[in-house]
């Protein structure tokens, strides 16, 4: 790959342009190098070769780069990385997430869109990216850990899991000649870990303590053993927890202000959403099981998760593989970008384009295995995409029966490429709309 750097390697050509640098992988090779500082990664291109990816990771490829840096905060689980957990918390994790529980946990959801809108007034300006953003995370917070009886633990992770989020990707990028500039993002990432990981404690120690029998991923994590039968230890249990945690809000936050985002963009797309959520709904908060006739809306946060997923996932091998007859050695990086796969033209007619009826039954049929991955995929595809995308649908039901959000004019939105694909700021009105009857 050229554009590398003496020491830092394709680090500044990838941070100056993010989504440029890795879209133009493909036209370089199905197999990659790049050198971030002096490790090579190498990042396949195409959907075949990232399922690849995915499928070996069951038999030997673990988590990436980024773990390093963030296992001591993060322990075993670091959420940039995605997931080996080991296989009595990913057992505890998947039956956390049972269809079941799922269904539950959204009637939690189905209340907090309904108090949020609620909340708003007319002409009310609102910094929907913010908005979104402490929605997920409240949302995510009371479903893992049922903050409503400790204000205390509540407060601590509202206020310091977006720090999280936010200064987390200064601690991987291997820049070694700027660590004097990230040194302040260094303290005030540190001091959100310690903060977030005191509250997740906290929680835990209420938990193990409290008598009465929940069904909640905590309880699930508590109760769960390892490969050794010993359960869990509370620090394992606050490995997972934080992961959910950030994996959780930091995707479905954004993915929820870029949807409204799009909607004021796309004024017959939100027509059609509009009529559907007062068609299905009547007036009501939505609720899980209004997803099925949500037909429309659900192509729409298809379309949204396309159009804004993560920027890379990577992996680290633990043994030899051979991938389109490039080997990569065993201890060697291993990645893909969702956001390079989603907007490649050989599999998206039309890639920049924001065409929910892509996701139509024809049309999503004839998509490739592997070029729409939003989740990444295999046997550690995050655990909580369908509570995601259900959550995200139940919300823009909600609102779309309700409120019209409208952009501030003179105002444009930044794209802040992270792990994911956030908004900068997003101010919009709120302006109430009269209910329709008919489709």
């Not at 890795?22 to 195409?46: C, Q």
């Not at 954004?254 to 068609?279: M, N």
């Not at 998206?348 to 070029?371: I, T």
Request: positive net charge.
């Amino acid at each position: 790959m050229p554009g590398r750097w003496p020491l830092l390697g394709h680090t500044p050509a990838m941070l100056r342009r993010r989504l440029d640098f890795s879209a133009g992988l493909s036209a370089v090779g199905d197999v990659v190098r790049i050198y971030l500082g002096k490790r090579v990664v190498y990042v396949v291109t195409t959907p075949q070769l990232a399922c690849e990816v995915l499928a070996a990771e069951t038999c030997g490829v673990g988590k990436g780069l980024p773990v390093g840096k963030f296992r001591k905060f993060f322990g075993n689980r670091p959420p940039v990385a995605g997931g080996d957990c080991r296989h009595g918390e990913r057992k505890a994790v998947q039956a956390a997430f049972h269809p079941d529980r799922v269904v539950q946990y959204c009637t939690a959801v189905t209340k907090g869109a309904a108090e949020l809108v609620d909340s708003w007034r007319p002409g009310q300006v609102l910094e929907i990216d913010r908005v979104m953003r402490d929605f997920a995370i409240a949302t995510v917070d009371r479903m893992l850990l049922a903050t409503d009886s400790d204000p205390e633990v509540d407060g601590e992770i509202r206020r310091w899991t977006p720090e999280l989020i936010r200064h987390g990707v200064a601690r991987v990028l291997p820049l070694p000649r700027a660590r004097k500039l990230v040194r302040p993002v260094d303290r005030r990432f540190d001091e959100a870990v310690g903060r977030v990981h005191a509250a997740v404690d906290r929680a835990i120690a209420s938990a193990r303590a409290d008598p009465v029998e929940r069904q909640d991923p905590l309880r699930s994590l508590l109760s769960a053993r390892d490969s050794t039968g010993r359960v869990l230890s509370d620090r394992q249990v606050r490995d997972e927890v934080v992961t959910l945690l950030v994996a959780g809000s930091g995707t479905t936050g954004p993915a929820l202000a870029w949807l409204f985002h799009e909607l004021a963009r796309h004024p017959e797309v939100q027509r059609r959403v509009q009529t559907e959520a007062d068609e299905v709904l009547r007036g009501r908060p939505a609720t899980i099981g209004d997803l099925p006739r949500l037909r429309y809306l659900r192509r729409v946060v298809n379309e949204v998760l396309r159009r804004y997923p993560l920027w890379f996932v990577v992996r680290r091998t633990a043994e030899d593989l051979v991938l389109a007859g490039v080997r990569v050695p065993a201890g060697a990086e291993v990645a893909f970008s969702p956001h390079a796969l989603h907007h490649d033209e050989r599999f998206h007619r039309d890639p920049w384009r924001f065409d929910p009826d892509r996701w139509s039954p024809e049309r999503a049929g004839a998509l490739p295995r592997g070029a729409y991955l939003p989740f990444a995929g295999g046997a550690h595809r995050c655990p909580g995409h369908a509570y995601a995308t259900a959550g995200i649908a139940i919300v823009a039901a909600t609102t779309a029966a309700r409120w019209r959000l409208v952009p501030v004019p003179g105002k444009s939105v930044r794209t802040k490429v992270v792990g994911t694909i956030h908004p900068g700021r997003m101010p919009m009105a709120a302006l109430p709309r009269p209910r329709t009857t008919t489709l």
